[in-house]
């Protein structure tokens, strides 16, 4: 492996999970089933479950697995970390050629898609400085800018209303206001008023 420039500063701590990287890889190139047995964080129990693996993704420095349930039929996202045994089924061969990850991920921002969820139009307002962030960097593919002025950047997204999403929008404090919609404004206030609560 070549020596890392002094010049450059990686971002440390190791992540979790990446044991499991190469054996779904190739049970996707093979298109063969999984067993995955899984801890969730809100469950102390692990549950097994046989998948057919579609695809990996990244988020935050965690991987996730998008497989669809072998039985049940439903697409699920499986965070590596969380994996306590993989085996790959053999000779149980899949054809996953009509999952298009790309449309699968559109609407979404980061890897949480909330069940039942249809993507909502957000318009949201950034003060000017944060502005130039989310103009150099957009928040999502869909981002329109609909007004730039000196008093604020305006801008529309077509997003689920996620856990990643909404955590996203908290972290930019007094630099945001959400213009629309009423659900997401109802529970950017609920948020925050809890949060004041406990000080």
């Not at 190739?26 to 057919?52: G, N, P, Q, R």
């Not at 069940?115 to 981002?143: M, N």
């Amino acid at each position: 492996m070549e020596k890392a420039s002094p010049y450059l500063l990686v971002e440390k701590g190791q992540q979790q999970g990446t044991e499991h990287l190469h054996p779904l890889l190739d049970a996707m190139e093979k298109h063969k089933k999984i067993s995955l047995t899984y801890c969730k964080f809100e469950s102390k129990e692990a549950e097994t479950y046989t998948l057919v693996p579609l695809c990996l993704k990244e988020y935050r420095r965690r991987w996730y697995l998008v497989a669809r349930d072998a039985f049940a039929g439903e697409i699920k996202h499986y965070a590596l970390d969380r994996i306590a045994a993989l085996q790959v089924l053999d000779p149980h061969l899949q054809d996953v050629s009509n999952f298009d990850k790309e449309k699968h991920f559109q609407p979404c921002f980061g890897v949480t898609i909330p069940p039942d969820a249809t993507p909502q139009e957000v318009v949201l307002s950034l003060s000017v400085a944060k502005g130039e962030y989310v103009k150099t960097l957009p928040l999502h593919p869909s981002q329109e800018i609909l007004i730039d002025d000196e008093n604020e950047l305006r801008i529309r997204l077509k997003v689920y209303l996620s856990y990643d999403f909404i955590i996203e929008l908290l972290s930019m404090g007094e630099h945001l206001k959400v213009i629309s919609p009423q659900t997401l404004i109802d529970e950017m206030k609920r948020i925050y008023r809890e949060t004041l609560e406990r000080y």
